[in-house]
């Protein structure tokens, strides 16, 4: 019914005493989210939002049981949180911390392999399922229950385009911010094999940018083996080469990662490719209206 | 990004056992006359602007010199000049050395594989883009092992050294690791790593840094040549700022969203120049800080994009409107927000006279026509249309 986290989702928080930690905890638990702990060493036996906070992750898995960890703490301490969750048995990390060095984010990865855990960010906005759950930072009130399914390299660009789709009436499955970093723990190709066996995802609308070639790298999953419809939108188009826009992985790097060589690909595999945000809700109509589900 | 100039990068290398021929960096004639006079660094030399940009030699800012006076010269013709837009400060004297062969080393991030790239190439001093693949070994290395034996062996194999330089280059392999992790590096490059006699030495280093990574490296001084000097002091405030060329200022919340407020603008004709991203701020004192930034770059027209998820649509306006009263730009400003609390956010822009959208591509129009002359000040605020269901989250 959805991929990744739905009403089930037991969800922890790293970080919860600092600001953003306590504010998206209001957020996910207004969203309808299960918020069963929280972690910030040192203030164990305390509360955040009704949530009980406990000194380490170990403490917080045996009493309240997560299945899923978001995490704000500061990136120098995001590596070590990181870890903690894994070893205390944590299988989905969301990782909403900034600036983690990529050196950091290499070792999570494979660690988190070895003990399949998966990371999605890190620079992410998080994920969620509307009517079921959100961990993260994503707006409650852009979303709508539907059938689309949203990966996106962006935070605020994602927002608007959903903002977009629940307007015109296209709700959506779920919804998954990959992340602004070189390195990302999910990557659109992961999410869009997910997507793929999730029958409640009718169609996926998939927004990129520029940097690396983690799109032309789901241009040929898409062209291969998706069978559903996909929607694109690539950030960029005018962005110059070797200049870093905003984003850690968002640089066109020795003429690799530009939008034009990822447009094309997409395009090659049958995407349709909007030219401007706001044309996202037509094309998922037409898609939807070709498949007979509009 | 931190990008290191060679003689820093040397410093790198030398630090973790990587044999480097011995270098003195002058700053101009007199400095580099003195040096030469000692016999610190001995002629016949070698004398290396220090630029970060590559195909320097090409150009002249790299000469070999045989007499004190030559080298004098070559330093006095160097200083002061520019080369790829940088001002040429400082130069490298550093010994010559007979090169038998010349190799490829370094590492990377491979993004695809989302693992460290190790490249190697028996034919170095040339530019790694124009090697062919076949003269290019690239072995993937595991983050979590790091570079290992059998690794090793592969491109000592590839090299074919005589034993003594076999043997330095197993040593300068593990030095390139540990430097690629300890110092957090983007890239560590030798190109060329020079067979001279029977041994092995790094006649150039490229050394680029994690910024991300610099609170591990507290005692390191930085420098971002590849900023121009506004970039630079927005990112020691914290503020991603990005120039590129064109005059229109765009400020926005999220970096892609500012990249497609860029797209769009200069879909619709127009010539984008400033990549300014608020981020998730609610900040109004932020939000001035922002706006300033702006107003130094003196863009022609401002277009202001936001949309209010995280942040709210009303205290962005409101940092606005004080920031305008501090800044008192003398261009034009368009404002298109949408979001939480936008008929809000919109209101406190009207009353400072700030003509406002909801809709991105009208916004945009607006803000070409202003570019181009077109479109008096003022501007038409449409109806704003109405806010997403919901309100407040």
Known sequence: ?294 | MVLLREYRGKEILRKFGVPVPPGKVVRDAKEAEAVLRSGEIPVPCVVKAQVLAGGRGKAGFVKLTNTVEEAVAAVHGMVGKEFKGEKVREVLLTTKADIGRELYLSITLDRSSRKPLLMASPEGGVEIESLPAEKLLRLPLHPLTGLVSYEKRAVTRAFALPPAAAKDLDRILDSLWAIFEKEDAELVEINPLALVGDRLLALDAKVILEDDAMFRHADFQKEHGELSPLEQKAHDKGIAFVEIGGDIGVLANGAGLTMATLDVLYQEGGRPGIFLDLGGTDDPKKVVEAFLMMTEANPKVVFINIFGGVTRCDTVASGLVEALKQAKPGFPLVARIRGNNEKEGIQILRAAGIGSYSDLAEAARHVVALEQGRASKGGAASPPAPAIAGGAS
């Open chain 1, 1 to 294: 019914m959805s991929i990744l986290v739905d009403a089930s989702t037991r969800v922890l928080v790293q970080g919860i005493t600092g600001h953003q930690g306590t504010n998206h905890t209001r957020g996910m638990k207004a969203f309808g989210s299960k918020v069963v702990g929280g972690v910030t060493p040192g203030k164990g036996g305390t509360e955040v939002e009704g949530v009980p906070v406990f000194d380490s992750v170990r403490e917080a898995v045996d009493a309240t049981h997560p299945t899923a960890t978001c995490i704000f703490v500061p990136a120098p301490y995001t590596r070590d949180a990181f870890y903690e969750a894994v070893d205390a048995g944590i299988k989905l990390a969301v990782i909403i911390t900034e600036h983690v060095p990529f050196h950091d984010m290499l070792k999570m990865l494979y660690y988190g392999r070895l003990h399949g855990a998966r990371i999605i960010g890190p620079n992410c906005p998080g994920l969620a399922t509307p009517g079921g759950a959100k961990v993260g930072i994503i707006p409650n009130v852009v979303f709508r229950e539907g059938r689309v399914g949203v990966v996106s390299r962006s935070g605020t660009l994602t927002y608007e385009m959903v903002a977009g789709l629940t307007e015109a009436g296209f709700g959506q499955s779920t919804c998954v911010g990959l992340g602004g970093d070189p390195v990302n723990g999910t990557t659109f190709v992961d999410t869009l094999e997910l997507f793929h066996d999730d029958p409640r995802t009718d169609m996926v609308v998939m927004v990129g940018e520029i940097g690396g070639v983690a799109e032309e790298e789901a241009a040929e999953y898409i062209g291969k083996s998706f069978g559903k419809p996909v929607v694109g939108y690539i950030a960029g188009r005018s962005a110059p080469p070797g200049k870093r826009m905003g984003h850690a992985g968002a640089i066109i790097d020795r003429g690799r990662g530009t939008a034009e060589s990822k447009v094309n690909a997409l395009q090659k595999a049958g995407v349709k490719v909007a030219k401007f945000p706001y044309e996202v809700p037509g094309l998922v109509r037409d898609s939807l209206k070709e498949i007979g589900k509009a």
